[in-house]
Each structure stands twice: as structure tokens, then as C-alpha cells.
């Protein structure tokens, strides 16, 4: 299975709305990426988990909270998002620890806060 | 610092013709290179990448890229251009500290009948 699954497929919130965008991999990756991506724009990374741990987080504002239950889960928590928050929302995945490996992509969420 | 550098954002070409996606990239250590392809509202696939070793790449879909230290590039070739190669082409280059990717602006391949 060289699958990234992602869900929902899109996903419509207002502003005061709590959601989750849930990322999965069957694998054996032990590193977890997430990524924004807005239209006409190449994906700007949000945060990244190694070995289940927060190893980078972008500078990204609280109101998105990632989670990392086990090492084939990644949850995407969402509260009090902005209209610019809209965009699509991609989760990744690659073996621990080797700059050549690449990253494998899910499908992605599309996000749209009104 | 690691860094690429997409020329053109917009690139047209006619179905059959040769198809030229260029990167550039900065690195101050030898880089690690990948091209990816993005289809409309789906996530990112990986074409190929270059990692140590030849520097001609083959990659998924007829493409392939070569690896020029001398130029610091790693251009995107493919002989003959389908409809179905359409798409946005990304560009790029993993960290030393191994889990960051920098991804260039990205090129918009247009294919005309």
C-alpha cells in the first residue's frame, strides 16, 4: 500500500465551527507532513511530525492544532479559522531521517471558511 | 540554505513537441532533487528525483531530467507532449536537516491540440 488517505474531500466551516481533517498511511512512515496550499501557489509546510513528535511547526497560528495519535494517524484540528484560512489542505508522508527520500502525497482537503 | 528556482510559470506547448520545464537550484551542500506533477484539485505525485549517482533520471510518464552541477540545474525534458501531461510541474529540494522540502513556484504546462 504506497497510499496517502485523506478526509474529508472537502470540508465547509464558519468561523466559530470546531472540524478535524484526518490524514492516514499504511506504510511504515514514521514521518507525517502538513502542508497549505493555496491556488497558483506551491505547498507551504505547516508542521511536521517525526516518530509521532512535533518536530516543526512553521510558525502557524493556534487556531490549527495538529495531532498525532499513532504512527499511521495525523488529525488536523480546526477552531475559529479566517476566510483566508480557505485552501487546500495536502498531508504527507516519507521514511525518517533520509534527506533523499521523497514525499508522498494524499489527495488533499479542500477548506473553505465562510 | 537550500532554494530552487522555477523559470516561466506559464509554459504552452503543441501536442507531439518536446516539453522544457527548467529548475535551478542554490544549495551550499550537494542537493537532493525531485520533480513533482500536480493535477487539478489532487495532491502531489512524484515524477522522479536525483539523488546521488547518474545524472540522467528517469522518471514516471516519459519524463526524465538531468542533474548539471556545473549550471546548478535540473531541467525537466519529455520527448513528445500528451494532452494528458497538462498539469502544474513542482520543483524541489530536501534540507539537511531531512524533513523539509522547498518547493519552487511551480510551472503551468499547457498542452494545445
Known amino acids: 500500500d504506497t497510499e496517502v488517505t485523506q478526509t474529508p474531500k472537502h470540508l465547509v466551516m464558519g468561523m466559530t465551527n470546531k472540524k478535524s481533517l484526518k490524514c492516514e498511511q499504511h506504510m511504515g512512515h514514521r514521518a507525517m507532513y502538513w502542508y497549505k496550499q493555496k491556488a497558483k501557489k506551491p505547498p507551504e509546510l505547516m508542521f511536521v511530525y517525526s516518530y509521532e513528535k512535533l518536530s516543526i511547526n512553521e510558525s502557524v497560528p493556534s487556531r490549527f492544532s495538529p495531532e498525532c495519535p499513532n504512527s499511521s494517524l495525523l488529525n488536523l484540528h480546526l477552531h475559529a479559522l479566517q476566510p483566508e484560512d480557505s485552501a487546500l489542505y495536502l498531508c504527507a508522508s516519507s521514511q525518517e531521517g533520509r534527506e533523499t527520500n521523497e514525499q508522498f502525497f494524499g489527495p488533499g482537503t479542500r477548506l473553505t471558511v465562510l | 540554505a537550500q532554494s530552487v528556482t522555477q523559470l516561466g510559470s506559464h509554459v504552452s506547448v503543441s501536442e507531439g513537441a518536446l516539453v522544457l520545464l527548467r529548475c535551478n537550484y542554490s544549495?551550499?551542500?550537494?542537493?537532493?532533487l525531485f520533480w513533482y506533477v500536480q493535477y487539478p484539485n489532487q495532491g502531489l505525485q512524484l515524477l522522479l528525483k536525483?539523488?546521488?549517482?547518474?545524472?540522467l533520471v528517469k522518471g514516471i510518464n516519459g519524463f526524465e531530467a538531468e542533474f548539471k552541477k556545473s549550471e546548478t540545474s535540473f531541467h525537466l525534458t519529455k520527448p513528445s507532449a500528451h494532452m494528458s501531461d497538462a498539469a502544474e510541474y513542482f520543483c524541489?529540494?530536501?534540507?539537511?536537516?531531512?524533513?523539509?522540502?522547498?518547493f519552487g513556484s511551480g510551472t503551468k504546462l499547457n498542452v494545445k491540440p
Open positions: 524541489a529540494v530536501s534540507s539537511y536537516n531531512f524533513n523539509k522540502f522547498y
Open positions: 544549495s551550499s551542500v550537494p542537493p537532493y
Open positions: 536525483y539523488t546521488t549517482g547518474a545524472t
